[in-house]
């Protein structure tokens, strides 16, 4: 098996505008809800690799001028993408600029994490010592970490099913695939389920959506 180092990683956190975030939410939150939800996912998520991964880049790619100023105030790269193209494009405009400024890997971290855990980011970065393509799988078979050396490797299809699709392109270019199945990682934010086990894993931090729960964890939470 090939020894890959990672020397020079830039993490990506997409971040659409959260005007339009959250859409699967509708139905369980206010339109200020699902705002609000996107913002405080997307904050967590720029706090945690501030404070546990101060040695990595970070750049937010975005068309909302909000979300790339509050990425500013935590020192990343900002880049604005006008959305017309959706996630995949977006990710092709952030990888383009990946490379040209000369990074030898990139992992994309979307910013709709519940709980982020540094022990299984540091396990995403080891694996990426002997693979070209580490995904990180989520619940519903997305994709939710993707760490690739060169960061152009491979395609991005993010999508229905996108970790099974981008394990085939792995696996179609040779590439050395390894897919990883984290508790934490595997917990993005899509459904109310998913806020209902969020909540089971930080209730004092979901309280403020707990109007989307299911009253059987109201009870059990917060009575
Ligand atoms: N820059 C950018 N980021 C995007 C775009 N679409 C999705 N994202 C981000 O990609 C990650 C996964 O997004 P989704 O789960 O598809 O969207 P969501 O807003 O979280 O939820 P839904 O609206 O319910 O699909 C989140 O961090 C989004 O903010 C886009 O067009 N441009
Ligand atoms: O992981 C993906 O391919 C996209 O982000 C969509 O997946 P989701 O339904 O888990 O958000």
Redesign the pocket.
């Known amino acids: 098996m090939t020894y890959h180092p990672i020397d020079k990683l830039c993490v990506v ?4 505008s959260p005007q ?6 509708a139905n369980r939150l206010s339109d200020s809800g699902r705002e609000k939800l ?1 913002l405080s996912l ?1 904050d967590n998520t720029l706090a945690f690799f501030q404070q546990h991964f101060p040695m990595l880049d970070v750049l937010v ?3 909302s001028l909000d979300v790339l100023n509050l990425a500013q105030s935590y020192q990343t790269n900002t880049l604005f ?1 006008d ?1 017309a ?3 995949n ?2 990710l092709d405009f952030a990888c383009d600029w990946v490379t040209k400024s000369g990074y030898d890997s990139q992992l994309i971290v ?3 994490i519940a709980v982020l855990d540094p022990e299984e980011i540091n396990l995403l970065i080891h694996a990426a010592q002997k693979a070209q393509v580490v995904i990180a799988v989520a619940k519903d078979g ?1 994709t939710n970490a993707l760490l690739t050396s060169p960061p152009d490797a491979i395609d991005f299809e ?1 999508g229905k099913n996108s970790a099974a699709a981008h394990k085939h392109h792995a696996r179609s270019k040779q590439l050395i695939c390894r897919s990883v199945h984290f508790t934490n990682l595997a917990l ?3 459904h109310s389920e998913d806020l209902e086990a969020a909540v089971l894993r930080q209730p004092e931090r979901f309280k403020n959506w707990c109007s989307c729960f299911s009253s059987a964890v109201k009870e059990h939470h917060y009575a």
């Open positions: 956190i997409p971040m659409k339009r975030a959250k859409q699967r939410l996107a997307f790619v975005s068309e993408d959305g193209k959706g996630l494009g977006a979307p910013s709709d997305g993010y993005d934010i899509d």
